[in-house]
Protein backbone atom coordinates (compact mmCIF):
# COMPACT_ATOMS: atom_id res chain seq x y z
CA UNK A 1 0.00 0.00 0.00
CA UNK A 2 1.50 3.35 -0.65
CA UNK A 3 1.95 6.30 1.54
CA UNK A 4 1.98 9.69 1.22
CA UNK A 5 3.65 12.36 3.11
CA UNK A 6 3.51 15.92 2.26
CA UNK A 7 6.04 18.53 3.75
CA UNK A 8 6.98 22.33 3.52
CA UNK A 9 4.23 24.50 4.39
CA UNK A 10 3.88 27.05 6.05
CA UNK A 11 3.30 31.10 6.71
CA UNK A 12 4.55 33.01 4.44
CA UNK A 13 3.96 37.02 2.91
CA UNK A 14 2.70 37.41 -0.53
CA UNK A 15 5.57 37.21 -2.83
CA UNK A 16 7.26 35.21 -1.08
CA UNK A 17 8.42 31.45 -2.04
CA UNK A 18 7.48 28.48 -0.50
CA UNK A 19 8.72 24.57 -1.60
CA UNK A 20 6.25 21.60 -0.93
CA UNK A 21 7.38 18.15 -1.46
CA UNK A 22 5.73 14.74 -1.23
CA UNK A 23 7.30 11.48 -0.18
CA UNK A 24 5.89 8.27 -1.34
CA UNK A 25 6.31 4.90 0.59
CA UNK A 26 5.09 1.21 0.44
CA UNK A 27 5.10 0.98 -3.32
CA UNK A 28 7.08 2.31 -6.74
CA UNK A 29 5.52 4.98 -7.98
CA UNK A 30 7.91 6.05 -10.66
CA UNK A 31 5.33 5.29 -13.49
CA UNK A 32 2.54 6.61 -12.34
CA UNK A 33 1.33 10.28 -12.62
CA UNK A 34 1.32 12.43 -9.24
CA UNK A 35 -0.71 15.78 -8.84
CA UNK A 36 -0.91 18.40 -6.23
CA UNK A 37 -4.20 19.91 -5.40
CA UNK A 38 -5.79 22.41 -2.65
CA UNK A 39 -8.26 22.86 -0.87
CA UNK A 40 -9.89 25.76 0.94
CA UNK A 41 -12.89 25.20 3.89
CA UNK A 42 -15.90 24.90 2.04
CA UNK A 43 -14.82 24.91 -1.32
CA UNK A 44 -14.28 21.62 -3.63
CA UNK A 45 -10.86 20.26 -3.45
CA UNK A 46 -8.95 21.87 -6.73
CA UNK A 47 -6.13 20.87 -9.16
CA UNK A 48 -3.00 22.71 -9.05
CA UNK A 49 -0.52 20.68 -11.33
CA UNK A 50 0.36 17.29 -12.22
CA UNK A 51 3.24 15.23 -13.73
CA UNK A 52 3.82 12.31 -15.86
CA UNK A 53 5.62 9.19 -15.39
CA UNK A 54 9.65 10.53 -16.25
CA UNK A 55 8.65 14.18 -16.15
CA UNK A 56 7.79 15.09 -19.31
CA UNK A 57 4.59 16.26 -19.34
CA UNK A 58 3.21 18.54 -16.60
CA UNK A 59 0.19 20.49 -16.44
CA UNK A 60 -0.84 24.01 -14.54
CA UNK A 61 -4.63 25.25 -13.18
CA UNK A 62 -4.76 28.42 -14.87
CA UNK A 63 -4.52 30.65 -11.65
CA UNK A 64 -1.04 28.94 -10.65
CA UNK A 65 0.90 28.51 -14.35
CA UNK A 66 4.18 31.11 -14.35
CA UNK A 67 4.54 30.59 -10.51
CA UNK A 68 4.52 27.29 -9.32
CA UNK A 69 6.45 24.34 -10.84
CA UNK A 70 5.76 21.09 -10.19
CA UNK A 71 8.66 18.40 -10.31
CA UNK A 72 9.52 15.18 -9.58
CA UNK A 73 12.80 12.44 -8.64
CA UNK A 74 11.83 9.17 -9.12
CA UNK A 75 15.09 7.64 -7.52
CA UNK A 76 13.64 9.37 -4.28
CA UNK A 77 10.11 8.48 -5.03
CA UNK A 78 9.05 12.67 -4.46
CA UNK A 79 7.32 15.12 -6.23
CA UNK A 80 7.94 18.85 -5.62
CA UNK A 81 6.08 21.95 -6.08
CA UNK A 82 7.85 25.20 -5.83
CA UNK A 83 5.81 28.16 -5.38
CA UNK A 84 6.61 31.30 -6.38
CA UNK A 85 4.96 34.96 -6.24
CA UNK A 86 2.98 33.85 -3.59
CA UNK A 87 -0.76 35.62 -3.20
CA UNK A 88 -2.66 35.47 -0.24
CA UNK A 89 -5.71 33.41 -2.63
CA UNK A 90 -3.03 30.57 -2.68
CA UNK A 91 -3.54 29.76 1.28
CA UNK A 92 -4.95 26.59 1.23
CA UNK A 93 -4.16 22.92 2.31
CA UNK A 94 -2.29 21.33 -0.42
CA UNK A 95 -2.55 17.39 -0.72
CA UNK A 96 0.36 15.11 -2.75
CA UNK A 97 -1.80 12.40 -4.55
CA UNK A 98 -0.89 9.59 -6.93
CA UNK A 99 -2.44 8.10 -10.09
CA UNK A 100 -2.27 4.26 -9.74
CA UNK A 101 -3.84 3.39 -13.73
CA UNK A 102 -1.84 5.14 -16.70
CA UNK A 103 -3.85 8.09 -18.57
CA UNK A 104 -1.99 9.81 -21.91
CA UNK A 105 -3.38 13.24 -20.28
CA UNK A 106 -2.92 14.40 -16.79
CA UNK A 107 -6.22 14.17 -15.43
CA UNK A 108 -7.22 17.29 -13.17
CA UNK A 109 -9.97 15.58 -11.01
CA UNK A 110 -9.67 14.66 -7.80
CA UNK A 111 -11.53 11.34 -8.08
CA UNK A 112 -9.12 10.19 -10.77
CA UNK A 113 -6.47 9.66 -7.94
CA UNK A 114 -6.28 6.62 -5.71
CA UNK A 115 -3.86 7.55 -3.22
CA UNK A 116 -3.65 11.02 -1.04
CA UNK A 117 -1.50 12.41 1.40
CA UNK A 118 -2.44 14.16 4.72
CA UNK A 119 -2.09 18.01 3.72
CA UNK A 120 0.32 20.25 4.28
CA UNK A 121 -1.37 23.93 5.28
CA UNK A 122 0.22 27.04 3.28
CA UNK A 123 -1.31 30.49 4.69
CA UNK A 124 -0.30 33.67 2.53
CA UNK A 125 -0.65 36.88 3.95
CA UNK A 126 -1.21 40.47 2.50
Known amino acids: QVQLVESGGGLVQAGDSLRLSCVAS????????MGWFRQTPGKEREFVAGINWNGGRTDYADAVKGRFTISRDNSKSSVALQMNSLKPEDTAVYYC???????????????????WGQGTQVTVSS
Open 26 to 33: GGPVSTYT
Open 97 to 115: ALRWRLSVTIPTMSNEYQY
